[in-house]
DNA sequence: CCGTATCCACAACGATACTG
DNA sequence: CAGTATCGTTGTGGATACGG
């Protein structure tokens, strides 16, 4: 593969158009992305993510508002029956399109950082199938790196 | 989806047994997120990291001395026919298989951050398919969060 | 249960200068 | 080309205490 040349191709390249570094700037650090994780396993609650994810409060607490403010999360009230009113942090259509990345980091951590795979996997809810991420074309074929170049938009 | 419900099915969880946790300790700062996303465009001499990351030399050459000790990035001396020796950061397979990750994210920056799209994307060589990452069923069927529970392993 | 307020430690990073 | 050295600043996060 001569990504390089495909690169050098591309002429100049502007650090500050890349999605990547727009990304980072959004959820670039290690406690928003082990608050999405929690949020994808479907944690609501300021008490669950500050447990869950061992951070104290005020981390949580900040980092939370970063993400409602992303448009990655959003801050709803809501009452059960007899209860008083609660506060929930729910996964927005932005902060679900996250759930690729997500994904793939763990399931790059299971196969390459445990010793005997990950705690937990997804399985499709009836089928019992296990999901797992993987990069294809549009034909549907599965791709690695090799065999690919980059193309400018 | 009752994400919630499942979650608490598996009882007590353990932070530090997650994979993503594990993941973020190895590559979890923004620079590193970077120079892997480089090292994928086929980048690999460190000068080039530098400019095209935007780091300075000090950042950059502590976090490829992460990513080498990490087995993500292996350093290799080379030399051209003429030209004295050089060295080069290339990636193992341990770091090509963060692609699906990284393609994701930058996938995710595309859609959700960047006014009219990516300024780049990855096309397979011969046939110039767009490739995209997904989460699948085994059986091949793509899959939201929705309609998708934990189980332990 | 859901946070805020302070203080402190350390990690991450940029700027700059310098070396083989 | 491929780094190292030093400095200063900001970001990140832990500990603790406190309030609606």
Redesign the interface.
Known sequence: ???????AD?GS???T??????????I???SA??LL?EA?????RFDDFVR???ITEAVAAGRLKELVEAGILAKQPYREPGQRTRSEYV?TE?G???????????????????PD?????????????????????????R???D???????
Chains 1, 2 share one sequence.
């Open positions: 593969m001569r990504r390089e040349g495909a690169l591309l390249w502007q650090p158009r890349c999605s990547l570094a727009l990304a980072m700037d959004v670039g650090t290690k992305f082990l994780r994808i396993y479907g944690t609501t869950r994810v061992g996964l932005k679900e399109a996250l759930f690729p990345a997500m994904l793939a980091l763990i399931q790059w951590g299971d196969e390459y950082l445990q795979g990950g705690p937990v996997e997804f399985v499709a809810d009836e089928t019992e199938a296990e999901v797992r991420v993987d990069v294809r074309t549009d034909q549907g074929d791709v690695g790196l065999g690919l170049r980059l193309r400018r938009r």
